[in-house]
């Protein structure tokens, strides 16, 4: 979100965070009869560095969905990148899509997948390029929205995901793709909000997708985290579908984390708790394979995690909450911060601090959605976007 006469305090002086927001109304899916009413708001962290290879775990072309796959050239030469489109039950398929020097492409993936397909995507460019998804829906025929993804450069054994719900309103899904030669057995851990967890155990055929969902396994009314933990290098995405409150409907999707990472920061340039805006933190450290997750009513080690706040008159406040691995953390922004805030925050904690902040809003009572991101590991000084539009 851009407030022209708002500032947020400049905390590091050559690095910054940049998010991208996009608003949409009325957004036409050319491959149906009658345009999708789609009225929602996507977000999405920058990519720091180009690449050669791009994955995606998520991604739909059944009725009422429209998805789309956008690759930047950053470079001085036309770029040439294989799209390969994976699915659950065929062999993939392959087309060529050139790019153009400092130029962006645009796929129709409806289109290049046939329509009624789950599909996964694996991009590999001769030259180093950008990729995100951008998806258009109409859920089940009930609700309207829009999801955006960056890409995944780099597969990992391990994934992990702090956002996660089934509340009223809310059906999740979570998304695997095995791009490698071999088949791959995955541990999917739920953890929920009162310290509890479920397991699940998948075969993932090579160059497969599987796709859980996530409301059949919990129950309803769930707050729940994920830790997907594989035999081989995997790909994991997070999509979730809502009526918020009964009021407002959308989607949001997001890339895991991965678990062997070793930033203990999260980062997030937006957040805001104006009128029609409700914003979340949400918190999560997988437990320690050694730890089993510890069984209801054993002790568990508080772990503190700083949450630091930073506002547009440049001053800042600092929280600090104590966690427990393996435990699902939500706090509620507007509730906590006062609202009217434009804030981004800092959390900073162990090793393998999951953190994503979902927001949902009512956008100048035209726009009614949501988005979610898991925000940046540090600063950077270079930030690039693939998606983005000025259509009507």
Same mark, same amino acid.
């Given at each position: 979100?851009?407030?022209?006469?708002?500032?947020?305090?400049?905390?590091?002086p050559?690095?910054?965070?940049?998010?991208?927001?996009?608003?949409?109304?009325? *957004?036409?899916?050319?491959?149906?009869?009658?345009?999708?009413?789609?009225? @929602?708001?996507?977000?999405?962290?920058g990519?720091?560095? !180009?690449?050669?290879?791009?994955?995606?775990?998520?991604?739909?072309?059944?009725?009422?969905?429209?998805?789309?796959l956008?690759?930047?050239?950053?470079?001085?030469?036309?770029?040439v990148?294989?799209?390969?489109?994976?699915?659950?039950?065929?062999?993939?398929?392959?087309?060529?899509?050139?790019?153009?020097?400092?130029?962006?492409?645009?796929?129709?993936?409806?289109?290049? *997948?046939?329509?009624?397909?789950?599909?996964?995507?694996?991009?590999?460019?001769?030259? /180093?390029?950008?990729?995100?998804?951008?998806?258009?829906?109409?859920?089940?025929?009930?609700?309207?929205?829009?999801?955006?993804?960056?890409?995944?450069?780099?597969?990992?054994?391990?994934?992990? #995901?702090?956002?996660?719900?089934?509340?009223?309103? #809310?059906?999740?899904?979570?998304?695997?793709?095995?791009?490698?030669?071999?088949?791959?057995e995955?541990?999917?851990?739920?953890?929920? /909000?009162?310290?509890?967890?479920?397991?699940?155990?998948?075969?993932?055929?090579?160059?497969?997708?599987?796709?859980?969902?996530?409301?059949?396994?919990?129950?309803?009314?769930r707050?729940?985290?994920?830790?997907?933990?594989?035999?081989?290098?995997?790909?994991?995405e997070?999509?979730?579908?809502?009526?918020?409150?009964?009021?407002?409907?959308?989607?949001?999707?997001?890339?895991?984390?991965?678990?062997?990472?070793?930033?203990?920061?999260?980062?997030?340039?937006?957040?805001?708790?104006?009128?029609?805006?409700?914003?979340?933190?949400?918190?999560?450290?997988?437990?320690?394979?050694?730890?089993?997750g !510890?069984?209801?009513?054993?002790?568990?080690?508080?772990?503190?995690?700083?949450?630091?706040?930073?506002?547009? @008159?440049?001053?800042?406040?600092?929280?600090?909450?104590?966690?427990?691995?393996?435990?699902?953390?939500?706090? #509620?922004?507007?509730?906590?911060?006062?609202?009217?805030?434009?804030?981004?925050?800092?959390?900073?904690?162990?090793?393998?601090?999951?953190?994503?902040?979902?927001?949902? #809003?009512?956008?100048?009572?035209?726009?009614?959605?949501?988005?979610?991101?898991?925000? !940046?590991?540090?600063?950077?000084?270079?930030?690039?976007?693939?998606?983005?539009?000025?259509?009507?």
């Amino acid at each position: 979100m851009t407030y022209p006469t708002t500032r947020r305090r400049k905390v590091f002086p050559l690095a910054f965070l940049l998010t991208a927001s996009a608003f949409i109304v009325n *957004a036409v899916n050319p491959s149906a009869h009658l345009p999708a009413q789609a009225a @929602d708001g996507t977000a999405a962290v920058g990519i720091t560095e !180009a690449a050669n290879r791009w994955y995606f775990a998520e991604g739909y072309t059944g009725d009422g969905f429209q998805e789309w796959l956008c690759l930047y050239n950053p470079g001085d030469e036309t770029a040439v990148a294989r799209v390969d489109l994976v699915f659950p039950d065929a062999p993939p398929s392959s087309l060529e899509l050139p790019i153009g020097p400092r130029s962006r492409s645009t796929l129709d993936v409806n289109t290049a *997948a046939g329509r009624g397909s789950d599909v996964s995507i694996v991009v590999d460019s001769n030259r /180093e390029v950008v990729a995100e998804r951008p998806i258009y829906f109409t859920y089940r025929g009930k609700w309207s929205g829009s999801t955006v993804s960056p890409g995944c450069s780099s597969p990992n054994r391990g994934w992990s #995901f702090a956002e996660g719900t089934t509340r009223e309103g #809310f059906e999740e899904w979570l998304c695997l793709l095995n791009p490698g030669d071999h088949a791959l057995e995955a541990d999917v851990i739920l953890a929920l /909000e009162d310290g509890t967890q479920m397991e699940l155990r998948l075969e993932l055929p090579s160059m497969r997708r599987r796709t859980i969902e996530v409301n059949a396994v919990v129950g309803p009314g769930r707050d729940v985290s994920a830790c997907v933990v594989a035999g081989g290098d995997i790909l994991a995405e997070r999509a979730m579908y809502f009526l918020y409150r009964g009021r407002w409907q959308g989607g949001h999707a997001s890339l895991g984390r991965p678990l062997d990472s070793s930033s203990a920061t999260r980062y997030f340039a937006e957040g805001y708790t104006g009128p029609g805006f409700e914003t979340w933190l949400c918190l999560y450290l997988p437990a320690r394979p050694e730890e089993g997750g !510890a069984s209801e009513g054993q002790a568990k080690d508080a772990i503190p995690v700083e949450l630091a706040f930073f506002f547009e @008159d440049g001053s800042s406040r600092v929280e600090t909450v104590a966690i427990e691995a393996g435990r699902r953390y939500t706090f #509620f922004l507007n509730q906590w911060l006062g609202e009217g805030m434009d804030v981004s925050i800092r959390a900073s904690g162990p090793h393998g601090l999951m953190a994503e902040r979902p927001m949902y #809003f009512n956008y100048k009572g035209t726009c009614r959605g949501g988005h979610v991101t898991s925000g !940046a590991d540090r600063p950077y000084e270079r930030w690039l976007f693939a998606e983005g539009t000025l259509r009507p």
